[in-house]
T-cell receptor, first 115, second 111 residues
């Protein structure tokens, strides 16, 4: 158990819909990362928050947004969903602000299926 | 942008054979991390390398970071069925703003 909690574990929805994925980081970790894992693209970095502030952005679509709340949990909002958004979305947390220091602790992921 | 390439994509070995996966970056990295993801699981941190030419060992696993800090490798000696999974390298950029994952090498082992 990594200590990172993600909900929901599975989600099935239709194209055009909007969903919210939730992540609670390990106790004490201030950094939260979101990654998208699909079969052909591996682990794609989406965005990082540190202590409530956006720290770094990766290949995140404009239809996607995220935020980190004062209690440090984070939410990833995916809107106008397309079939290609079907993937496993991982949240990871770390104690450090910089992505290149220290290990990331991954949650078990949220599997999104868009029909 | 920064890219991290990993080869091979898939590798099947007989139990007891050795296995190596290679990671190459288009830019100089600040560090490299390795993760293992078991089938149906989530990535789990294995190790971090920071210094040029660094070599670290964990039992049957040997990790290397290239002299130019652009490549890395993971070598498993005498594979076991418990080694099955996907091994990812992840390179940190110099600015510390991103940890870019390779696409992973999926290892299968038959007994």
């Amino acid at each position: 158990d990594s200590g990172v909690t993600q909900t929901p574990k599975h989600l099935i929805t239709a194209t055009g819909q909007r969903v919210t994925l939730r992540c609670s980081p390990r106790s004490g970790d201030l950094s939260v990362y979101w990654y998208q894992q699909s079969l052909d693209q591996g682990l794609q970095f989406l965005i990082q928050y540190y202590n409530g502030e956006e720290r770094a952005k990766g290949n995140i679509l404009e239809r996607f947004s995220a935020q980190q709340f004062p209690d440090l949990h984070s939410e990833l909002n995916l809107s106008s969903l397309e079939l290609g958004d079907s993937a496993l979305y991982f949240c990871a947390s770390s104690a450090q602000v910089f992505a290149n220091t220290g290990e990331l602790f991954f949650g078990e992921g949220s599997r999104l299926t868009v029909l | 942008g920064q890219q991290v390439m990993q080869i091979p994509q898939y590798q099947h070995v007989q139990e007891g054979e050795d296995f190596t996966t290679y990671c190459n970056s288009s830019t100089t990295l600040s560090n490299i991390q390795w993760y293992k993801q078991r089938p149906g699981g989530h990535p789990v941190f294995l190790i971090q390398l920071v210094k040029s030419g660094e070599v670290k060992k964990q039992k049957r696993l040997t990790f290397q970071f290239g002299e130019a800090k652009k490549n890395s490798s993971l070598h498993i000696t005498a594979t076991q069925t418990t080694d099955v999974g996907t091994y990812f390298c992840a390179g940190g950029n110099q600015a510390g703003t991103a940890l870019i994952f390779g696409k992973g090498t999926t290892l299968s082992v038959s007994s």
